[in-house]
């Protein structure tokens, strides 16, 4: 009996592990796909089975990357809905070869990831690299781009000393141009010139919205230098402290006018790729009836374009049918080619006719900024069977509805009775209505009368005290007559310089020994060029609205 129960002990803990196992996950990814020679590449390996104190195997990287760093990280995830534990190995490598490399199948235990591919771009040794510790490299992916189309611009920022975490860069602004930044900076590092440079690395999407030409403002960069590490072969030297600050280069950028052969009466879509989808529910080859409704889907989704400027499709009326359109929804995403962007779309069919329905074609014009052509995208027409409804394809029997009428109608008691209760209901009706009436036309609470002074009394008190050369009465009725308008004293100085040195000679008359040489006809004169937009008010700070507003 004993050798039974440690059988089935082992046979559980066997299943348990199994089952554990099965339920554990491990994963692998970068980054980045794309590289050039010398870049390094961060790869992150992450598992949910936090029961066993585990490393995964790096030894099938060592024949095609370096590893520079790494690192381990637990943390809590709650990516489906529910927090648990998870453990991640972060790892910096740096390739050893150039073209598509593979990052093997990497194993934990019994779990195994799979594989990745790279694609590293040949890069040749930078002869004309600048030599400085810390410089700005800026790129474009066009020259000349056309106007709403997206354009790349590359910020990369190369630093051979390490760098404290106050790093600063200044916004790119732009006018007539939209400017998305495509996702936080990203950090990796890359060998120049056989030293290794660290590269912070951002990317924005430019959307010039003007043609003609556009000029990309330089933006500077300033950060902490942490020192120099004694083991490092570059060649820089720098104190820890010392505060650094690069600029980058103007680029001029020709902005491009729509193109003659585009159709002018459709919207201008210039972007990298565009299709249209659609899905019914139900499907349209389900048995669908007269008076029964089907929904579509119709989505726009583009790849270099903002969602914003995605145009509405529009749809065809039919006696056939009627459609009923829902709010749209809009969603984009930041990739490697830049700002990939939808338009979704609920439209309601209620058919109306028996036979075969057709829906017209959908045909969207837009412009391929990767061929310089004209394309369209198009959904094909469909058809659709629609079926009588059940009821009308059944004959009618006019014996029958008589009877079913006859039985129908009512006695002369309760038809007595149903006319007694509506003459009723409508009397009360016609009283409510006409009570009402009356209470819309009388104020609920009577406005009190405004015992403040009035904006034109207030002008008057401000210039005798002016024109009496009297700085402190000029400054009680200054105040007096600015608590009328929106702006301070200080908004309305800050838009006229003339009542701004007004004002400044009245504070020194103010604050100094003797006041008898000030003169206040400049102040007033100041003040009566003045322009409002607004026109004063009274105080009606102590009156109530009124109940049933006109």
Same mark, same amino acid.
């Given at each position: 009996?004993?050798?039974?129960?440690?059988?089935?002990?082992?046979?559980?803990?066997?299943?348990?592990?199994?089952?554990?196992?099965?339920?554990?996950?491990?994963?692998?990814?970068?980054?980045?796909?794309?590289?050039?020679?010398?870049?390094?590449?961060?790869?992150?390996?992450?598992?949910?089975?936090?029961?066993?104190?585990?490393?995964?195997?790096?030894?099938?990287?060592?024949?095609?990357?370096?590893?520079?760093?790494?690192?381990?990280?637990?943390?809590?995830?709650?990516?489906?809905?529910?927090?648990?534990?998870?453990?991640?190995?972060?790892?910096?490598?740096?390739?050893?070869?150039?073209?598509?490399?593979?990052?093997?199948?990497?194993?934990?235990?019994?779990?195994?990831?799979?594989?990745?591919?790279?694609?590293?771009?040949?890069?040749?040794?930078?002869?004309?690299?600048?030599?400085?510790?810390?410089?700005?490299?800026?790129?474009?992916?066009?020259?000349?781009?056309?106007?709403?189309?997206?354009?790349?611009?590359?910020?990369?920022?190369?630093?051979?000393?390490?760098?404290?975490?106050?790093?600063?860069?200044?916004?790119?602004?732009?006018?007539?141009?939209?400017?998305?930044?495509?996702?936080?900076?990203?950090?990796?590092?890359?060998?120049?010139?056989?030293?290794?440079?660290?590269?912070?690395?951002?990317?924005?999407?430019?959307?010039?919205?003007?043609?003609?030409?556009?000029?990309?403002?330089?933006?500077?960069?300033?950060?902490?230098?942490?020192?120099?590490?004694?083991?490092?072969?570059?060649?820089?030297?720098?104190?820890?402290?010392?505060?650094?600050?690069?600029?980058?280069?103007?680029?001029?950028?020709?902005?491009?006018?729509?193109?003659?052969?585009?159709?002018?009466?459709?919207?201008?879509?210039?972007?990298?790729?565009?299709?249209?989808?659609?899905?019914?529910?139900?499907?349209?080859?389900?048995?669908?009836?007269?008076?029964?409704?089907?929904?579509?889907?119709?989505?726009?989704?583009?790849?270099?374009?903002?969602?914003?400027?995605?145009?509405?499709?529009?749809?065809?009326?039919?006696?056939?049918?009627?459609?009923?359109?829902?709010?749209?929804?809009?969603?984009?995403?930041?990739?490697?080619?830049?700002?990939?962007?939808?338009?979704?779309?609920?439209?309601?069919?209620?058919? +109306? *006719? @028996?036979?075969?329905?057709? /829906?017209?074609?959908? &045909? !969207?014009?837009? %412009?391929?900024?990767?061929?310089?052509? =004209?394309?369209?995208?198009?959904?094909?027409?469909?058809?659709?069977?629609?079926?009588?409804?059940?009821?009308?394809?059944?004959?009618?029997?006019?014996?029958?509805?008589? +009877? *079913? @009428?006859?039985?129908?109608? /009512?006695?002369?008691? &309760? !038809?007595?009775? %149903?006319?007694?209760?509506?003459?009723? =209901?409508?009397?009360?009706?016609?009283?409510?209505?006409?009570?009402?009436?009356?209470?819309?036309?009388?104020?609920?609470?009577?406005?009190?009368?405004?015992?403040?002074?009035?904006?034109?009394?207030?002008?008057?008190?401000?210039?005798?005290?002016?024109?009496?050369?009297?700085?402190?009465?000029?400054?009680?009725?200054?105040?007096?007559?600015?608590?009328?308008?929106?702006?301070?004293?200080?908004?309305?100085?800050?838009?006229?310089?003339?009542?701004?040195?007004?004002?400044?000679?009245?504070?020194?008359?103010?604050?100094?020994?003797?006041?008898?040489?000030?003169?206040?006809?400049?102040?007033?004169?100041?003040?009566?060029?003045?322009?409002?937009?607004?026109?004063?008010?009274?105080?009606?700070?102590?009156?109530?609205?009124?109940?049933?507003?006109?």
């Amino acid at each position: 009996m004993t050798q039974f129960k440690a059988t089935c002990v082992v046979l559980f803990m066997l299943c348990w592990q199994m089952c554990t196992v099965a339920a554990a996950s491990f994963t692998a990814s970068v980054d980045r796909v794309q590289l050039n020679a010398g870049e390094s590449v961060e790869l992150v390996l992450e598992t949910d089975d936090t029961s066993q104190f585990l490393t995964p195997d790096l030894s099938p990287l060592k024949p095609f990357f370096e590893l520079l760093s790494s690192k381990q990280v637990n943390r809590l995830s709650t990516a489906a809905g529910t927090a648990k534990p998870v453990t991640q190995w972060i790892l910096t490598l740096l390739p050893k070869q150039s073209g598509f490399v593979i990052i093997p199948a990497l194993t934990l235990g019994q779990l195994q990831s799979t594989p990745l591919n790279l694609h590293i771009n040949e890069q040749h040794e930078q002869a004309n690299a600048p030599v400085e510790p810390v410089y700005i490299d800026t790129q474009l992916d066009h020259d000349a781009v056309y106007v709403q189309a997206q354009l790349l611009l590359t910020l990369r920022i190369y630093h051979a000393i390490p760098l404290f975490a106050d790093s600063n860069l200044t916004p790119l602004l732009l006018d007539n141009a939209r400017v998305e930044q495509l996702g936080q900076p990203r950090t990796f590092e890359q060998h120049i010139n056989g030293v290794r440079h660290g590269v912070i690395e951002i990317k924005y999407a430019i959307f010039p919205q003007q043609s003609g030409q556009l000029q990309i403002p330089a933006q500077v960069f300033s950060a902490t230098l942490a020192g120099h590490n004694p083991q490092s072969l570059t060649p820089f030297r720098a104190e820890p402290g010392q505060r650094i600050e690069v600029k980058s280069a103007q680029i001029p950028l020709q902005v491009k006018d729509i193109p003659s052969t585009y159709p002018t009466d459709a919207a201008w879509l210039p972007a990298r790729a565009l299709r249209l989808e659609h899905s019914w529910t139900p499907s349209l080859d389900s048995h669908l009836n007269v008076g029964s409704a089907a929904t579509r889907l119709l989505s726009v989704h583009a790849q270099g374009l903002p969602s914003s400027q995605l145009p509405t499709l529009d749809i065809n009326n039919s006696n056939a049918y009627k459609v009923y359109r829902d709010k749209p929804s809009f969603s984009h995403q930041y990739t490697e080619q830049g700002l990939d962007s939808s338009r979704s779309e609920r439209q309601a069919f209620i058919f +109306q *006719e @028996a036979g075969l329905v057709q /829906l017209d074609a959908i &045909q !969207l014009p837009w %412009w391929n900024t990767q061929t310089d052509q =004209l394309e369209y995208a198009q959904l094909n027409e469909q058809r659709v069977l629609i079926h009588a409804a059940p009821a009308l394809a059944q004959p009618l029997h006019l014996t029958e509805l008589n +009877q *079913e @009428a006859d039985a129908l109608l /009512l006695q002369p008691t &309760q !038809l007595w009775f %149903w006319q007694v209760l509506s003459a009723c =209901l409508a009397v009360l009706s016609l009283l409510g209505f006409s009570l009402w009436w009356r209470a819309r036309h009388q104020p609920a609470v009577v406005l009190a009368q405004n015992s403040g002074p009035s904006p034109r009394s207030l002008s008057d008190d401000l210039k005798r005290a002016c024109l009496s050369n009297n700085p402190q009465s000029t400054r009680q009725a200054l105040d007096a007559w600015a608590r009328q308008y929106p702006e301070s004293l200080v908004d309305m100085a800050a838009r006229d310089s003339t009542l701004s040195h007004a004002l400044d000679h009245l504070n020194s008359a103010l604050y100094s020994e003797n006041d008898s040489e000030w003169q206040g006809e400049e102040l007033w004169s100041a003040i009566r060029q003045l322009s409002f937009t607004e026109t004063p008010t009274a105080n009606t700070d102590d009156q109530l609205p009124p109940l049933y507003p006109p």
